[in-house]
Nanobody, 123 residues
């Protein structure tokens, strides 16, 4: 069982930065694939980025070059550094986890979810 709690959301102007954090419980954190998703009006919850237990990242094309995912396995924290934010990045962001390797960056691949943190980007 893994429990995930996100923090770090807020309101920022376009071009600004935010760092989201996700604190996790559980004894085998470093064996989990971790991801960030966000809610969209048309497509539901979509993948933003994921990172393997060994630190290999994978990004959605829409955030490539602007967002960076990282993890601290000792502290059991997942991060999402978001730079050059745009109004279209406004959303609720969710932390997610799955046991084992990372596969596709899609919601069915992940079994554990946080409650979400809101990010608002003003123009």
């Amino acid at each position: 069982e893994v429990e995930l709690v996100e923090s770090g959301g807020g309101t920022v102007q376009a071009g600004g930065s935010l760092r989201l954090s996700c604190s996790a419980s559980g004894n085998i954190f470093d064996q989990y694939c971790l991801g960030w998703f966000r809610q969209t009006p048309l497509n539901g919850r979509v993948g933003v980025a994921q990172i393997s237990g060994s630190g290999m990242p994978n990004y959605a094309e829409s955030v490539q070059g602007r967002f960076a995912i990282s993890r601290d396995n000792d502290k059991k924290i997942l991060y999402l550094q978001m730079n050059d934010l745009k109004p279209e990045d406004t959303s609720t962001y969710y932390c997610a986890a799955r046991g084992g390797k990372c596969y596709t960056l899609t919601t069915p691949s992940f079994g554990y979810w946080g409650q979400g943190t809101q990010v608002n980007v003003s123009s």
